[in-house]
């Protein structure tokens, strides 16, 4: 009886035993899958040669899609790119050249390249890009085709941008005005037009008699008062060293003209002036300072 109890209890404490050691085992392997887990989940991934960065949009810089920039040598190409075009005559394409990088100056050259007649297209351009800086850039605009010697594309430049002052200045460097470098013998179309409006009902024939007549009417008035008014024909005057105090004073500086100085009296008025003084009146406003007719450089004699 008594080794039964004996055998029982021992087999009881083996049962305790191995129940324990299981209970043990269970919970380790347990907490050995808890840290493979916890390595696995916080271990960032990294491509092999790449290093992962993460992009935290804020409210302020919200991320985008695509986000691109150019180089310094993508605008250097474009810029040499537009010169190039310039250079070879290509002044369309230079300008779209020039204003995809933001050179108004550029694009308003080229297209004044062309010629006196798209010279209004040009300073369409300065006024649509530019207008905080238009006066300012007319000028230079004019500047730039003075300095390459198209001293009258210079002067229309002005002349159309009511600088006339200006405009007049520069022409008397090659000793022209206004009137010489107009076109002449154009015919208004104004007056057809306005035929046109009024006689709808008018063949093609008769607007055409119409406006032939007119033009006929036009060309005989101007014959008549040239040959009305003919011209006066000025004489160049000598340049000319006092040889005592004139009575006149300077038309330009009012200080009186002393003997030994050397002065030179305008073609219109006679008035004297002296003579460095006067040729540089006339490169800013070619008339005299007295009379208020027109002078130029090549009505002296120096």
């Not at 916080?42 to 935290?56: A, K, L, N, S, V």
Request: proline share 5%.
């Amino acid at each position: 009886m008594v080794d039964n109890m004996v055998e029982i209890g021992l087999l009881i404490f083996l049962v305790f035993i191995a129940i324990s050691l299981i209970v043990a085992a269970r919970a380790a392997i347990r907490s050995q899958k808890k840290d493979k887990a916890a390595k696995k989940r916080y271990r960032p991934y990294q491509p092999y040669g790449q290093e992962r960065t993460i992009d935290t949009p804020t409210p302020s810089a919200p991320r985008t899609a695509v986000q691109t920039t150019s180089s310094p040598s993508e605008s250097r190409a474009a810029y040499a790119s537009a010169d190039e075009f310039f250079r070879a005559g290509m002044y369309d394409r230079a300008k779209e050249e020039y204003l995809k990088t933001g050179r108004v100056f550029g694009a308003a050259k080229s297209i004044a390249a062309k010629g006196r007649e798209f010279i209004p297209d040009s300073l369409e351009i300065i006024s649509r890009y530019a207008p905080e800086r238009e006066e300012e850039m007319i000028r230079n605009l004019s500047r730039y085709f003075f300095d390459s010697g198209e001293t009258e594309i210079s002067a229309i430049i002005l002349y159309d941008s009511n600088l006339t002052d200006e405009a007049d200045a520069v022409l008397a460097t090659i000793g022209k005005s206004i009137d010489d470098i107009s076109p002449t013998g154009v015919v208004e179309v104004s007056e057809i037009e306005t035929a046109v409006i009024l006689e709808e009902e008018k063949s093609l024939e008769e607007l055409e008699a119409i406006a032939s007549e007119a033009k006929k009417e036009k060309e005989e008035e101007i014959v008549i008062k040239e040959k009305t008014e003919a011209p006066r024909k000025i004489q160049t005057q000598p340049l000319k060293v006092a040889t005592s105090d004139l009575e006149d004073r300077c038309s330009v500086c009012l200080s009186v003209i002393k003997a030994g100085e050397s002065f030179i009296r305008c073609p219109h008025c006679e008035i004297p002036s002296h003579y460095s003084h006067i040729v540089e009146w006339i490169k800013v406003k070619p008339q005299c300072p007295n009379c208020k007719k027109k002078l130029v450089s090549k009505m002296f004699q120096s």
